[in-house]
């Protein structure tokens, strides 16, 4: 079990397993933010915490960020048949990503990974 917060604790997430791998994305959105995306299944993770939701461009994702300190906690899918959330990694505590693999994905331009 791993559990990840906000800067100041307001917003609580708990997964099932460590990353063994995250996503560094350079989108426009992502860049800056500053997140590292670690990807799982909606029943994988468990929230508590009031956050706000921002929907940006293709209004595909929810971006969702603490009320209290504005940290980044998530992404989930509008859709709700996509299985797939991003939980950013940043703000897991650093020994839990240290055997992670870090990809690049160029979301500036291909969305293709660059490794």
């Not at 604790?9 to 959105?29: F, H, K, M, Y």
């Not at 468990?46 to 706000?52: L, S």
């Not at 939980?87 to 020994?95: K, S, T, W, Y």
Request: charged share 25%; hydrophobic share 35%.
């Amino acid at each position: 079990m791993v559990e990840s917060s906000c800067h100041c604790g307001a917003v609580r997430l708990q997964i099932d397993e460590a990353p063994t791998e995250v996503t560094d994305c350079n989108c426009s959105i992502c860049r800056r933010y500053g997140t590292l995306w670690a990807y799982y299944a909606p029943r994988q993770v468990r929230r508590a915490g009031a956050t706000d939701i921002y929907l940006c461009h293709d209004k595909m994702l929810e971006f969702h960020r603490c009320t209290v300190c504005g940290c980044v906690t998530h992404w989930s899918a509008i859709d709700p048949s996509l299985e797939r959330m991003g939980v950013n990694a940043r703000l897991m505590e650093p020994q839990v990503l240290a055997g992670a693999k870090v990809r690049r994905l160029d979301g500036a331009d291909t969305w293709k990974y660059l490794d």
